[in-house]
């Protein structure tokens, strides 16, 4: 017998952050700044990953030209890193759940608006790679349409305001620690997906869930998914990759899954 659990609070509308939310870039971004401060002799090594999460282009920037005390402006840093970048783009990889829940809102007539500190040209570029999330936004809002970014709550409130919602009607699903300070300020709900093991932080979000796949939209008074079973992952695809080993199907070795074996709702591929 399964318990119906409470409803968190209605809402009648969603705002989504975009990269580290809905696609992984952060692969492809530290792949791009390795390769870049090698050209001053440094050596990337991370450390800064969690400094410029979520934040917009130029203050990520700032951290980086001080922490590697690199001889050039951030404006510099951004004028030579942004189109090693946008060759890129087109190798984004979608995060687990987001073309589900994109397809579930879309499909249920849900106001969605897509909330970034990344530059509009920079959102468009990226999610043009996406088959129908550009005409699944209502609103698309960019951070240099703002004043402040993240982690401020302007660019949510603008959100909200071209949604036509209040913005106590809206649900903000962020995987950034500015992201749901912006949210929470705004004075919306949030759901955090955090990008960065330490979900311990994100203390001032109303619900931490560790991915797309997790979330139930029937908690906040959405339309439920049609494929969530109890104890049981939804109807997507799994992409598994790996060498053939003799007796095993590509990649399958590696989960000790023997060729002959029946695999429900999986997708061996390269």
Not at 14 to 28: F, K, M, N, R, S
Request: aromatic share 8%.
């Amino acid at each position: 017998m399964s318990i119906a659990k409470p409803l968190k609070r209605l809402v009648s509308a969603v705002i989504l952050d975009l990269d580290g939310t809905l696609l992984h870039t952060d692969g492809i971004v530290s792949d791009v700044l390795k390769a870049f401060v090698v050209r001053y002799g440094k050596q990337w090594d991370g450390r800064e990953t969690q400094k410029i999460l979520g934040r917009t282009p130029l203050e990520a920037a700032a951290a980086v030209v001080e922490d590697y005390k690199l001889p050039c402006s951030a404006d510099d840093f951004l004028t030579q890193f942004t189109p090693l970048l946008y060759d890129q783009w087109c190798k984004i990889k979608v995060l687990p759940g987001a073309n589900r829940l994109i397809k579930h809102l879309s499909g249920h007539n849900v106001p969605m608006a897509l909330a970034s500190n990344s530059p509009r040209e920079n959102i468009e570029s990226k999610i043009s790679y996406q088959q129908g999330w550009m005409g699944s936004f209502s609103v698309i809002i960019a951070g240099d349409e703002v004043r402040t970014g993240k982690p401020s709550p302007e660019i949510f409130l603008e959100a909200a305001k071209r949604l036509n919602v209040k913005p106590s009607s809206c649900l903000v699903i962020e995987d950034s620690l500015p992201g749901v300070t912006a949210g929470k300020a705004a004075g919306m709900e949030v759901v955090a997906v955090p990008s960065i093991p330490k979900s311990h932080l994100y203390t001032e979000a109303d619900e931490v869930i560790n991915s797309l796949l997790d979330l139930q939209p029937e908690l906040w008074g959405l339309p439920p998914f049609e494929d969530w079973m109890e104890g049981a992952l939804p109807i997507e695809p799994w992409h598994i990759g790996g060498p053939v080993v003799k007796g095993f199907g590509r990649g399958s070795k590696v989960l000790g899954i023997p060729t002959g074996m029946y695999l429900p709702m999986c997708s061996l591929a390269e």
